[in-house]
């Protein structure tokens, strides 16, 4: 099955500056990639995604970036701020129609430092 | 109101005893999913449901089982709780366009 993985584990920055999380995928047929953000004591949420057939989406200081050539995506945050400190997981999948699921990697802590 | 409300928030069990923990959405959404959190693990795949008829394991499956009553409740039991599933467990629905959207957890504590 899809295996995802992320890096770094744990990312500190400092506030104001910008934070990139990358992830890599096994499968090329994955073409779904969400990113969600989880908050102490609070579920995962999402905040962006995108799709195989793009390369690039952005939302106000976040973006992800796809390179399917190499199987790679990446959450850029900018402008960085104390409300950005969170776990973030990377998703992939070949779309949920048919009996695919989500894969997530394992998660980054970021940290943002006043 | 959350969109995906899981109850308990907490509970603490002790081990061999059967516990249940439920799930409720109003998202409509015919897809549900049982996920177990570690610290370090990410999120790992318990059972999985695409709709009142269908249950799937996922990839950690054994020591647990589901229920899916009704397209808006899916439950998760322990039939014998043993502390290594001391775990933040996540119930998550889907849309079919793939989004997943997250209860609040479950911070399960087997003693």
């Not at chain 1, 995604?49 to 900018?78: C, M, P, W, Y």
């Not at chain 2, 897809?31 to 610290?39: G, I, K």
């Not at chain 2, 409740?73 to 998550?92: G, V």
Request: proline letters at 4%; glycine letters at 8%; one cysteine or more.
């Amino acid at each position: 099955g899809e295996n995802v993985e992320q890096h770094p584990s744990t990312l500190s920055v400092q506030e104001g500056d910008s934070a990139v999380i990358k992830c890599t995928y096994s499968d090329s047929a994955s073409n779904y990639f969400p990113w969600y953000k989880q908050e102490l004591g609070k579920g995962p949420q999402l905040i962006i995604d995108i799709r195989s057939n793009v390369g690039e989406k952005k939302d106000q200081r976040i973006a992800v970036t796809l390179n399917k050539t190499a199987k790679h995506f990446s959450l850029h945050i900018t402008e960085t701020q104390p409300e950005d400190s969170a776990v973030y997981f990377c998703a992939a999948s070949k779309g949920l129609y048919g009996n695919n699921r989500l894969a997530f990697g394992k998660g980054n802590q970021v940290v943002v430092i006043p | 109101d959350a969109d995906v409300t899981q109850t308990p928030r907490n509970r603490i069990t002790k081990t061999g005893k059967r516990i249940m923990l439920e799930c409720s959405q109003t998202k409509g959404h015919d897809r549900m999913y049982w996920y177990r959190q570690d610290p370090g693990l990410g999120l790992r795949l318990i059972y999985y449901s695409f709709d009142v008829k269908d249950i799937n394991k996922g990839e950690i499956s054994d020591g647990y089982s589901v229920s899916r009553q009704a397209q808006a409740k899916f439950s998760l039991s322990l039939e014998s709780a043993i502390p290594n599933q001391t775990a933040l467990y996540f119930c998550a629905t889907s849309d079919l366009q793939g989004r997943a959207f997250f209860g609040q957890g479950t911070r399960l504590t087997v003693v």
